[in-house]
């Protein structure tokens, strides 16, 4: 895999795949929208950006012509159906052999089976609700979105970050089928981990068709389980 694309390149998650992709020797092609080319000033001349929303099928296309991989940061803003339509144009463009990688919160569910506390659903209600309130955010259209993505036969991945924290890599985060697991009890990973996780999910066959829930490596949670994990499998 050579050539991969960055489907909302310039945000913070973005950033942080950019940096890990260029350092693994991939060639980036990266979309964002026309006001926030100026974020990405400093990977001048090592990128080549295609000035659009990410959600507008005709820059999809062009950014994605070629790309063995696609990263695309799943956003809910606003009220335009801009994550669903960012999942489609991504699902109708991307070469046909392409690993699809999208990003998003643990509040996506793939299978029905995560078992959220009291305190995240109140969380996820409160966010959903202002979001609402304010026309920002529509968190139900990431739902739609990760709906598409579920539906379809393509190569994907989806990958549901826990709470962010910045701070210097800690390593490939662990992960899990479903939130409830012990493992990812502490709900903290590195946001420069998660971008971590994103790009080393293009070459790992074993995350195809999965929704990977993940935690920083070294929470406690991860911590406390993976010697009990690695004595279950010997
Ligand atoms: N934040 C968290 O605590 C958290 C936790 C778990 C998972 N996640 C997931 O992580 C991913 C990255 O989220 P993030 O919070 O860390 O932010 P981020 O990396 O900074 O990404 C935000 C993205 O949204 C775009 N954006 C911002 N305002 C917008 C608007 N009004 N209209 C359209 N696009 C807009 C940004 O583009 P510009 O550069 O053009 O502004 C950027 O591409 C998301 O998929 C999110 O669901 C986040």
Redesign the pocket.
Known sequence: MKRICI??????????MTEHALAQGYEVVGV??P??VG?LERFKGRITVLPG??DDADVVARAVKGCDGVLT??????F?N??SGTARAVLENAEAHARLI?????H?TKDGKDRYSLRQRFIYALFTFLGRATR?ADISD?VRATDLIFASNRNWTVV?????EEGASEGLPVWARHVGDPILASNL?R?SD?ALFMVAALTDPALIREAPAITGVNSPSARLASPVRMAASC
């Open positions: 489907i909302g390149i310039s945000g913070k998650l973005g950033q942080y964002c929208r006001e926030s974020k929303r990410t940061v799943l956003a809910p803003w606003g335009t801009y994550a999208f990003s998003c919160g643990w996506i920002m990431q549901r970050g826990s709470n962010l990973t946001r998660f």
